[in-house]
């Protein structure tokens, strides 16, 4: 089971969260975001981290197509993810590998977010929350989109209930965490670490 730890602002989560075994990284640039970095931030916690790190991931929603790219290229994205109404087309012109996020009712129609899916060719599909609230989306559903798509499952996970789903969604690959691991909203280290593990077992 892969593991993305997204919300990254400091040097110190990241590292603990490198320490703890994560695979990727996500650094908000969305404005509205109360997770949003400064440029100059992302690339300071990036220096600080050396050669040896997990995959970075820039999280952007509806802004250019320029701005994204020229973003990825400068602090050495591994993969833009995108949480907008992004089309297939604007990923298309998207130059580095894209995780489009898809937001979901959690009793969702299996079938019609099939075909909502099927007209994206990214490099993963996440399944999140519609609205980031309410109950985790349906695993058995999510469980048949990941046997056609590399999934990542976010939404409504933590440590005590990380375990639990993945075994309920067997099928899908990674999973995705940024409240879940936060305590009054910043990155709590136990949090982090006690996710990773329950992702793993």
């Known amino acids: 089971m892969l593991v993305k730890i997204c919300g990254i602002k400091t040097l110190s ?15 908000n640039f969305v404005p509205t975001s109360r997770r949003c970095i400064s440029e100059e931030t992302a690339e300071d916690i990036i ?25 990825a290229t400068k602090l050495g994205f591994d993969f833009i993810q995108l949480h907008g109404e992004e089309s297939p087309e604007y990923c298309a012109e998207i130059r580095t590998p894209v995780i489009k996020a898809f937001g979901l009712d959690s009793d969702f129609n299996t079938e019609e977010v099939f075909k909502r899916l099927s007209g994206y060719r990214v490099a993963f599909y996440m399944l999140d929350r519609k609205g980031r609230t309410g109950e985790l989306l349906n695993s058995q559903k999510v469980a048949e989109l990941a046997k056609k798509f590399p999934i990542i499952l976010a ?12 075994t309920s969604a067997g099928t899908i690959q990674t999973v995705d ?8 909203g910043e990155k709590d280290a136990e949090k982090i670490k006690k ?5 793993r077992i």
């Open 13 to 27: 989560d990241a590292q603990t969260a490198t320490s703890a075994g994560a695979d990727f990284l996500g650094f």
């Open 47 to 71: 220096a600080g981290l050396g050669d040896k790190r997990p995959k970075l991931v820039g999280v952007f929603q509806n802004q250019p197509a320029e701005f994204v790219n020229a973003l």
């Open 155 to 166: 939404g409504g996970l933590t440590p005590e209930n990380v375990r639990a789903t993945i």
């Open 177 to 184: 965490v940024a409240v879940g691991v936060e305590r009054d």
């Open 195 to 199: 996710f990773v593990n329950e992702a």
